[in-house]
């Protein structure tokens, strides 16, 4: 078991002084052995490597990937997958070039089946064609959620950053990190994206060390006290917006209520501002009481949404639509919607008049029911699993040829039933 090479190695690793006689278990070793054998071939075994690791496409800096030919190494590894999840590419400097045959792929029929909903892109070297391709791509993706953009060589202009901006705006992201942008002025870039952006997914959202000055402190304040603030993390830390453009957006943060972490340290300020004789006292107190109100109130309004919800869906759910069957027991309310209305808000005293009317609208639709009735009907049989065709769902469908559930069964308790009448028959 121990005559490879490769044992004998492992062996004279783990101690000079073990030989082949010595080692009574060669399994305890085992785990030694796989980790070498992964870092001399590059990659996991596939028995070492979970769910989720097979669906994150990893390449790590030793690659080396660029241009056109990195792009199609990335494609291939890809399309060796049955599934793609996460897609790691950072300091593999593929360019605009490759990072258009790249998106041209995620966008194609054979790419788009593909559901990423992580992108690690930091310091790639993307450009403006690169920034227009990545907008394609989140304008047809409906499953990327998280997007690292950090250090790249972005060369925005105006046109470039709305589409990049609307895109994102239309998208399910979540997460959107564009810390240490090279692209000039990247506090105008910045700029044009809060004065545009407007995704009620968005959730966090990361732009350090982007040079921001005290002339952009108007703009962000304008963007966290405005409705299309949807952001529980906002991190601006090691920029240059000063004491004083610090002390406004917090003043700002007292009319936000989404907002749960800032991160605002580090910020220097222009000249003259003396970070330990300028900073206000108590400043860390407040914003650690705004942050802490946001989270109580984040809260308390999910617990109270979902009771709202629970409890209207039985008093608001009134005319039965065609197609559905009118339910034989049920409550039918004979006080008036005004009152009814009045008494449900009861249930949620936190939640504004707007709110409640959005759930009172969404829980009085029956469009917005599950549509279970199909699952709840039972089919008039059931396929055997061993004859369904990967991937295609057949449940209900009227099976064939013998190829239902415990057709065999059946079969043979006819034929003895059949056999056990013949013979009560013939008085046996």
Request: charged share 20%; glycine share 6%; with cysteine.
């Amino acid at each position: 078991m121990l005559d490879s090479p490769f044992d004998q190695c492992i062996i004279k690793t783990i101690s000079p002084h073990t030989d082949q006689g010595t080692v009574s278990n060669f399994y305890e070793f085992l785990p030694l052995r796989r980790k070498m054998v992964s870092k001399l071939h590059g990659q996991p075994m596939a028995s070492q490597m979970s769910l989720a690791e097979r669906r994150h496409v990893f390449f790590s800096s030793d690659a080396g990937l660029s241009s056109v030919e990195g792009a199609r190494t990335v494609i291939d590894a890809i399309s060796s997958r049955r599934a793609v999840s996460k897609l790691t590419l950072s300091h593999n400097r593929l360019g605009d070039e490759g990072f258009r045959e790249l998106f041209d792929f995620l966008c194609s029929d054979d790419g788009s089946k593909y559901q990423i909903d992580e992108m690690d892109l930091h310091n790639c070297g993307m450009g403006t064609d690169a920034l227009l391709g990545l907008s394609e791509y989140i304008g047809v993706s409906t499953s990327l959620r998280t997007l690292h953009l950090q250090q790249n060589d972005f060369g925005l202009d105006t046109d470039s950053m709305v589409t990049f901006t609307t895109a994102i705006n239309r998208s399910k992201v979540s997460k959107l990190i564009l810390s240490s942008l090279n692209c000039s002025p990247t506090a105008d870039a910045v700029l044009q994206l809060l004065e545009r952006l407007d995704n009620p997914f968005l959730h966090e959202l990361t732009l350090s060390y982007n040079g921001l000055t005290s002339a952009a402190v108007p703009t962000v304040t304008s963007f966290i006290t405005s409705p299309r603030c949807h952001l529980r993390i906002l991190r601006l830390s090691a920029n240059k917006m000063g004491n004083q453009g610090i002390q406004f957006i917090l003043s700002a943060m007292e009319h936000n209520y989404s907002l749960s972490t800032i991160d605002l340290y580090g910020n220097i300020g222009d000249e003259g501002d003396n970070p330990a004789t300028d900073r206000p006292a108590g400043r860390d107190e407040a914003r650690k009481r705004i942050l802490q109100r946001n989270d109580h109130l984040r809260k308390m309004v999910e617990r109270e949404a979902l009771q709202l919800l629970r409890y209207s869906r039985i008093l608001l759910l009134e005319h039965i639509p065609s197609g559905f069957e009118e339910p034989k027991t049920g409550i039918t309310p004979l006080i008036p919607a005004e009152l009814r209305l009045y008494i449900l808000s009861f249930f949620a005293p936190t939640l504004t008049d707007a709110q409640r009317v959005r759930i009172f609208n969404f829980a009085s639709s029956w469009s917005t029911l599950p549509r279970m009735l199909s699952l709840l009907s039972p089919p008039s049989c059931l396929r055997d699993p061993a004859t369904l065709p990967f991937g295609h769902h057949v449940l209900g469908a009227e099976c064939s040829n013998g190829r239902c559930m415990g057709s065999a069964t059946r079969s043979e308790l006819q034929e003895r039933g059949r056999k056990v009448g013949m013979a009560d028959g013939n008085g046996v």
